[in-house]
């Protein structure tokens, strides 16, 4: 939930959610996902998803104000995932991470296919506040990779320049491999963990306090 929807609940409640509220509102987060998993937003009423739910049609409204409020916390929710699997290999060593890191990205695209391509696509049409959510995952993730190859987020213009480059090829692949579903995922993950090292040995020539990790032992 973020602040905006706290303080909106709040307003509406006089109170400060409580965790039974917060459950409630997680569930039906949860319900949301499967829907818009399986089905287009425009096809999707506010009737056909409180009969989804098994909830009056006005429990989503007060959590959510409307269906494009539900669609957005849906979409948060899916980013907060997406994120936290790409930061929980913090302890392993780079290669590996990186490794694992790319590898969660594309199970969880494979796995959550509508909310991914909403949140590479910016969502129905062309939808400002979207955007900002994939501004945002694409920052945290930077951060991530920044902090796995140079142990600090703060970023160079160029090395931001080139891994937001490699970044973009990243969700191009992923789209196009969970549409096709042609290339083993195993040799996908090969393919982006190699574009990154090179993406990386570029940025170590261009600016040279940001060395390159050094090649796996093959």
């Not at 494979?110 to 129905?124: E, K, N, S």
């Not at 190859?149 to 973009?168: F, H, K, N, V, Y």
């Amino acid at each position: 939930m973020n602040n905006s929807q706290q303080r909106g609940l709040a307003a509406s409640s006089g109170a400060r959610p409580t965790e039974r509220s917060q459950a409630r509102r997680a569930e039906l987060i949860a319900t949301g996902r499967k829907l818009f998993a399986d089905t287009s937003y425009d096809a999707l009423s506010m009737d056909d998803i409180a009969r989804q739910a098994g909830v009056a049609k006005g429990l989503i409204y007060y959590y959510f104000t409307n269906k494009r409020g539900y669609y957005l916390a849906i979409i948060e929710d899916a980013v907060a995932e997406l994120v936290e699997r790409a930061g929980s290999t913090h302890d392993l060593p780079p290669v590996e991470r990186v490794q694992r890191t790319v590898d969660g990205y594309l199970r969880y695209a494979q796995h959550h296919q509508a909310a991914y391509r909403a949140i590479v696509t910016g969502g129905v049409g062309f939808d400002a506040e979207v955007l900002a959510i994939r501004a945002s995952v694409r920052a945290r993730l930077l951060s991530t990779i920044a902090l796995g190859a140079w142990g600090t987020e703060d970023l160079p213009p160029i090395a931001r320049t080139a891994l937001t480059g490699w970044l973009s090829s990243v969700e191009g692949v992923t789209l196009d491999w969970i549409e096709e579903q042609e290339v083993p995922r195993e040799t996908v993950v090969a393919l982006l963990v190699r574009g990154l090292g090179d993406t990386l040995r570029l940025i170590e020539e261009y600016e040279p306090a940001c060395p390159a990790p050094a090649r796996p032992a093959h």
